[in-house]
Structure formats: structure tokens, C-alpha cells
């Protein structure tokens, strides 16, 4: 089996499972920016309780997405990935009904744990369709279909968010794009199923280590480490960046989700050149050779925006935001197919719940360390993180040689 090879003999199914990824992810679009705003507005449900709500049953989610792990190892994780979109149909259904915090409580609850499920098995599953570098393309093709359909999916919910009708056909149409995304599923969980045995020439590498458990194989866990440190840095152009030009930077109110767009564009298009190149080197290479230093410049980038205003500081924070999108856009597929790879036959579900569970938990801390730090000032936030993508670099080389070749090295 060449690396860039199908699993198995259902391969023309793949265009089909990219259009059903890409579906979920206009429906994701569709909710995402109008989830508190449906339940305030539509809901008339109190805007703290909602939040809570909503970060609360987030939080508890992450534990489901642990224990999925096993789950996604014993039923196979197209089924998990099927199931997770079915889950959805139902609970996005049923938000037009909530009129208590309970109520949202439990359904928000549900609907993340299958979201969570969902990233857990959605790895696993790829490596049932395609093997080796091929994964690492698979995986930026999604990504770009993610950000695209975010991107329409928030677009369209635009035109509705103003009146608790259009909310509620907001929230209906993202229960339909998820059961026309689990129909598509089906056509490539039935031609997948479970995963194949891998060949022969694909497990004469020794392992990385102890295998009996995920918690045992100390080098799995710091790839997790080195993941954790990407998520909190990429995630800060998103989640804080805005807030420092309004409130700290004085720019224009434009700018903060201006910088956002401009991100997700450049993160759209710089997805599948920057796997082309990485495809004729290691991924290990292409990470701290391309993918850290675009981050630090960001970053460095970010720190001296304060020392400007008008023209140039949009200039100097779109630059870092786009420098800081291609570093991403480098750092994230080559790392979900590294965190895939490492994973033994049998154990994925496993692996990949670990590693989902780290995103999870960066993602959701992120906000806490960045007011943090925030509240030493602007140069002390981006300084910060500049300093611990300067910490992942030895990380980052150490656990590459601790790691099968084929996994960063090769």
C-alpha cells in the first residue's frame, strides 16, 4: 500500500464524505455566532445563566469525549462520527423548545458531549480512508471546507438573527445540516466500516514506548503538551486579539472582527500549499522550521502594535494576523495527522480522545490565561506567548526522536 493510497476499495466515496464534512460545518456556521443571542433574544432566558449554561455543559463535555475514546475503539469511528451528527439533529431541534436554564442546561449538555464525540472519532475515521502523508492532506482539504463553511454557514445566519423566527429556522436548519450530513455518512461508513488491518511494511517500526496504556506512553502526552501550546497561542487571535484593539489599542471597531475574517481567509487558502510543502519534508521540520517562527513574528508583531495608531497599526495588526494564519495553517493539520500516526491499531479512539481532550481544555482555558495576562498589559499578553512558543521549540525536538520516524521525523 503506497502512502498516499485509499484503504480500501471504496475511495470515490471520499469526495462524498467532503461534502457531508462540509454541510456540518455550514451548520456550525449557522449557529456559532447567534448561540447566546438565540437563547437571550429567541429564548428571553437571562444573558449570565445562558453563559454558564453553556460553559458548564462545554466543560462537562470534555469528560464524555474521554470516555468516547473506548467507544470509538469498539464500534468502529465512522459509526461514532454518524452517530454524533444523529444526536445533533435531534437537540438543535429542540432548542426552539427551551424555556428554562435547566432545560438548556441538559440540551447544551447532550449536544456538546456528541460535538465532543465527534472530534474524538472524526481523526480515527480519516485513517480508515486514506494512511501516512495522504491523512495530512485529507486533513487540511477538511480543514479548508471547515473555515468555508463556517464562513457561509455565518454569513447566511445573518439574514435571519434579527426576529426570534428567523432564530428559530437559524437553529432548524442547523438540525437539518446535520442529518443531511449523517445521510452522506452513511455512503462512507458503509463502504469503510471499521478499520483495516494495517500491512506489514506499515508496523516494522518499533514503538514509541509503553502501549498498554495512552496515560503510559509519556511521548504521546508530550506531543499533547506541544498541541496544548498551539492551541492556546492560535486561539488568542481570535478570542482576545479583538478586545485589545477596541479597548487597549483604540482602533477601529472594524478591525476587531475585521482581523478575524482576514485571518480565516489566509487560513483558508494557506491550508493545502503549505501540506504540498510539507509533504517533501518531515513534519517536524516544517513545524519548527515555518510553523513557530510564523507565530513568534505574529507575535513580536502584535507586542509593537501598541506604538501605533491610525493606518499603521492596521497595518501592523493585519500583518500579524495573517503571518499568525499561516503558521496555523502549517501547525494544525501536520499535527492531527502526527497525534493520529503515533496511535497503535486498535487504540486510536483512545489516542485521539486524549488528544481532543487537550485541545478542549486549552481552548477552554485560554480565556482565563489571557485576562490574566491581560491585566498586566497588551506587551506582557503577547510577550508571554511568544515565550512559550520559544519553550515548544526544544519540546517540540525532543519529543520528534522519542517518537516512530514516520510520526515527525520522516
Not at 518531515?282 to 502594535?305: G, Q
Not at 501605533?308 to 501536520?334: K, M, Q, R, T, Y
Request: net charge neutral; with cysteine.
Amino acid at each position: 500500500m503506497t502512502d498516499g493510497e485509499p484503504r480500501t476499495s471504496g475511495s470515490p466515496s471520499i469526495p462524498v464524505v467532503f461534502v457531508a464534512l462540509f454541510i456540518d460545518s455550514v451548520g456550525s456556521g449557522l449557529w456559532l455566532p447567534f448561540s447566546l443571542i438565540f437563547f437571550t433574544r429567541a429564548q428571553e432566558l437571562p444573558m449570565v445563566a445562558c453563559g454558564a449554561a453553556l460553559s458548564t455543559a462545554s466543560l462537562l463535555a470534555l469528560v464524555v469525549g474521554q470516555l468516547g475514546g473506548g467507544l470509538v475503539d469498539r464500534y468502529g469511528p465512522g459509526r461514532l462520527v454518524l452517530l454524533s451528527n444523529i444526536v445533533r439533529v435531534g437537540t438543535f431541534a429542540l432548542y426552539p423548545l427551551v424555556q428554562t436554564i435547566p432545560e438548556l442546561g441538559v440540551l447544551a449538555f447532550v449536544t456538546a458531549s456528541a460535538s465532543r464525540l465527534y472530534w474524538t472519532a472524526s481523526t480515527p475515521f480519516v485513517s480508515t480512508l486514506v494512511r501516512g502523508r495522504a491523512v495530512d492532506q485529507f486533513l487540511a482539504t477538511n480543514n479548508m471546507l471547515r473555515i468555508g463553511g463556517v464562513g457561509l454557514g455565518a454569513a447566511a445566519a445573518g439574514f435571519f438573527a434579527d426576529s426570534v423566527a428567523g432564530l428559530h429556522a437559524i437553529a432548524w436548519a442547523n438540525a437539518a445540516s446535520f442529518g443531511v450530513a449523517a445521510l452522506l455518512l452513511v455512503i462512507g461508513v458503509r463502504r469503510f466500516g471499521r478499520p483495516a488491518a494495517p500491512a506489514p511494511a506499515e508496523t516494522d517500526e518499533p514503538a514509541a514506548g509503553p502501549r498498554t496504556s495512552v496515560w503510559r506512553d509519556t511521548a504521546y502526552l508530550q506531543l499533547c503538551l506541544c498541541l496544548a501550546v498551539f492551541i492556546l497561542v492560535q486561539s488568542s487571535f481570535v478570542v482576545v486579539l479583538p478586545l485589545v484593539i477596541v479597548d487597549f489599542w483604540h482602533g477601529p471597531e472594524w478591525l476587531a472582527g475585521g482581523s478575524i475574517v482576514v485571518g480565516n481567509v489566509v487560513l483558508f487558502l494557506a491550508q493545502r500549499p503549505a501540506v504540498m510543502l510539507a509533504a517533501r519534508s518531515s513534519r517536524s521540520r516544517m513545524l519548527l522550521r515555518y510553523s513557530i517562527p510564523c507565530y513568534l513574528a505574529a507575535l513580536l508583531l502584535l507586542t509593537a502594535a501598541d506604538l501605533f495608531d491610525g493606518v499603521p497599526l492596521i497595518v501592523v495588526v493585519l500583518s500579524g494576523v495573517i503571518v499568525g494564519a499561516i503558521g496555523e495553517g502549517i501547525s494544525n493539520p501536520l499535527m492531527l495527522a502526527a497525534a493520529n500516526e503515533v496511535a497503535p491499531e486498535g487504540m486510536k479512539g483512545r489516542y485521539s480522545a486524549v488528544y481532543q481532550t487537550t485541545f478542549g481544555l486549552a481552548d477552554t482555558m485560554g480565556p482565563l490565561l489571557f485576562t490574566m495576562l491581560l491585566g498586566l498589559g497588551s506587551r506582557v499578553l503577547w510577550l508571554s506567548l511568544a515565550a512559550l512558543m520559544v519553550v515548544l521549540v526544544p519540546l517540540l525536538a525532543s519529543v520528534r526522536h522519542r517518537l516512530p520516524p514516520s510520526v515527525l521525523s520522516s
